[in-house]
């Protein structure tokens, strides 16, 4: 899905490309990704992460997520870690939600004429799959995954998003609950925002760069009407 951008610079707005995270930022998915990663532990009888651990990798490509989350385990165990992972995820995927508001507040930034892009750790098969199913895939204009980008906090997603929709990376926002998101965007020379209602705690997200720390979706609502 690529539409390139006709809108060019305009002078009364400061960004005209406005990228998401998905999980623990459009998705309330934090909880569930945790559940799963220990579940694919307890599967194969390896020691678990706690949920702090767990929650600090979302964001990331799911082979550098169990990783981190795991790193005691040897590498040859990880394709059966990654499968118990995928197994539990997509029995568990149908249940996921928005969180409450993101929806109206995705439509009301289209509708005033906002590029929008997602930037995501999840596979394009994943990300796909729940664009279909949320049915909001028609509100972005392009989005990139980690299986087919590199994985944050590389820069490369953003990059490419500013290529393909064809705005500068200084007209662009990058919004996310990590701080794999805002280094990310940092590395790409993009403003950000950070969200604390997802996989990162405040103090964590503070020692990333970043606007504001936004503490839900009506206060993120009311940040861009205010600095878009």
Same mark, same amino acid.
């Given at each position: 899905?690529?539409?390139?951008?006709?809108?060019? +610079?305009?002078? !009364?707005? /400061? $960004?005209?490309?406005?990228?998401?995270?998905?999980?623990?930022?459009?998705?309330?998915?934090?909880?569930?990704?945790?559940?799963?990663?220990?579940?694919?532990?307890?599967?194969?009888?390896?020691?678990?992460? +706690?949920?702090?651990?767990a929650s600090s990798v979302i964001g990331l490509g799911i082979q550098d997520s169990l990783r981190r989350a795991v790193p005691?385990?040897?590498?040859?165990?990880?394709?059966?870690?990654?499968? /118990?992972?995928? $197994?539990?995820?997509?029995?568990?995927?149908?249940?996921?939600?928005?969180?409450?508001?993101?929806?109206?507040?995705?439509?009301?930034? /289209?509708? !005033?004429? $906002?590029?929008?892009?997602?930037?995501?750790?999840?596979?394009?098969?994943?990300?796909?799959?729940?664009?279909?199913?949320?049915?909001?895939?028609? #509100?972005?204009?392009?989005?990139?995954?980690?299986?087919?980008?590199?994985?944050?906090?590389?820069?490369?997603?953003? #990059?490419?998003?500013?290529?393909?929709?064809?705005?500068?990376?200084? /007209?662009?926002?990058?919004?996310?609950?990590?701080?794999?998101?805002?280094?990310?965007?940092?590395?790409?020379?993009?403003?950000?925002?950070?969200?604390? $209602?997802?996989?990162?705690? #405040?103090?964590?997200?503070?020692?990333?760069?970043?606007?504001?720390?936004?503490?839900?979706?009506?206060?993120?609502?009311?940040? #861009?009407?205010?600095?878009?």
């Amino acid at each position: 899905m690529t539409q390139k951008s006709t809108f060019g +610079d305009k002078p !009364d707005r /400061r $960004y005209d490309l406005i990228v998401w995270d998905w999980d623990g930022t459009i998705m309330d998915s934090t909880p569930t990704i945790v559940y799963c990663i220990q579940q694919a532990c307890r599967d194969l009888g390896f020691k678990e992460p +706690d949920d702090a651990l767990a929650s600090s990798v979302i964001g990331l490509g799911i082979q550098d997520s169990l990783r981190r989350a795991v790193p005691w385990i040897e590498p040859a165990h990880f394709p059966k870690l990654t499968d /118990r992972f995928r $197994y539990h995820y997509l029995a568990k995927d149908h249940e996921l939600d928005l969180f409450v508001g993101i929806r109206e507040l995705l439509e009301n930034l /289209r509708e !005033d004429k $906002y590029l929008l892009g997602v930037a995501t750790g999840k596979s394009r098969v994943g990300l796909d799959r729940s664009l279909k199913h949320h049915q909001i895939g028609h #509100l972005f204009h392009e989005t990139r995954t980690a299986d087919e980008s590199f994985s944050k906090p590389h820069p490369g997603m953003l #990059l490419e998003l500013s290529d393909v929709t064809q705005v500068p990376t200084r /007209r662009m926002l990058m919004i996310g609950d990590t701080t794999h998101d805002l280094d990310m965007a940092a590395n790409a020379g993009v403003d950000a925002v950070a969200v604390t $209602y997802g996989a990162h705690p #405040l103090d964590t997200l503070k020692t990333s760069p970043s606007l504001a720390h936004i503490d839900d979706v009506a206060q993120l609502s009311q940040w #861009l009407k205010q600095n878009l």
